[in-house]
């Protein structure tokens, strides 16, 4: 099984300052022949069920905030949220879809400082 | 709207089983895979099991292996998930999902149903 490992485990940012998460796959998530990566992000608010935020690895969902980005390709990743809100407080996930025995980072915790 | 609600969730004994039941409605179910991933408290996510829409494509995670049933009734609009042999370290919050297509990521989530494994 492919292993996902984040880092850091938590962080905590100023509010309209910079998050960035980090997500590394044990191997290549690239399928070379439609050239997508196949990693995705969920965003966990306390309480509530994981929300999709990120699809291959950069394609935001639709009604998430433009403030949420993502890129990486290959086994490294990044979610970045530019300026951090109050409702951005959760724990974020990566996950990978390359095989179907899909894999999920371990998470990042994100407060506000 | 699309909506997943999951139910069969309580407490039992080591050794003891569940049926966990999704109902799901707003979209074309059988058109799509299901999956049930579970978060035990305070940890993370993982993925247990998946299903194609036909039913014909099934896998699990190593750790539930012949001892979690996945199913679907598509006459019905319902995910199932048989859980046998259960033991400690299967208790979790297991939510249903759909998968955006086959094998994929998860575009819409339940809420959650709570099992909880103790003696």
């Known amino acids: 099984d492919i292993v996902m490992t984040q880092s850091p485990d938590s962080l905590a940012v100023s509010l309209g300052e910079r998050a960035t998460i980090n997500c590394k796959s044990s191997?290549?998530?690239?399928?070379?022949?439609?050239?997508?990566?196949?990693l995705a992000w969920y965003q966990q608010r306390p309480g509530q069920p994981p929300k999709l935020l990120i699809y291959?690895?950069?394609t935001r969902e639709s009604g998430v905030p433009d403030r949420f980005s993502a890129s990486g390709s290959g086994t490294d990743f990044t979610l970045t949220i530019s300026s951090l809100q109050a409702e951005d407080v959760a724990v974020y996930y990566c996950?990978?879809?390359?095989?179907?025995?899909?894999?999920f980072g371990q998470g990042t915790k994100v407060e506000i400082k | 709207e699309v909506q997943l609600l999951e139910s069969g969730g309580g407490s039992v004994q080591p050794g003891g089983s569940l049926r966990l039941s999704c109902a799901v409605s707003?979209?074309?179910?059988?058109?799509?895979?299901m999956s049930w991933v579970r978060q035990a408290p305070g940890k993370g996510l993982e993925w247990v099991s998946g299903?194609?829409?036909?039913?014909?494509?099934?896998d699990y995670v190593d750790s539930v292996k012949g001892r979690f049933t996945i199913s679907r009734d598509n006459s019905k609009n319902t995910l199932y998930l048989q859980m046998n042999s259960l033991r400690g370290e299967d208790t979790a919050v297991y939510y249903c999902?759909?998968?955006?297509?086959?094998?994929?990521?998860?575009?819409?989530w339940g809420q959650g149903s709570l099992v909880t494994v103790s003696s």
């Open positions: 299903i194609s829409g036909s039913g014909g494509s099934i």
């Open positions: 999902a759909k998968d955006w297509a086959v094998a994929a990521f998860f575009d819409y």
């Open positions: 291959w690895a950069s």
């Open positions: 191997q290549s998530v690239f399928y070379s022949s439609n050239k997508k990566n196949y």
């Open positions: 707003g979209f074309t179910f059988s058109n799509y895979g």
């Open positions: 996950q990978q879809y390359y095989n179907p025995r899909r894999t």
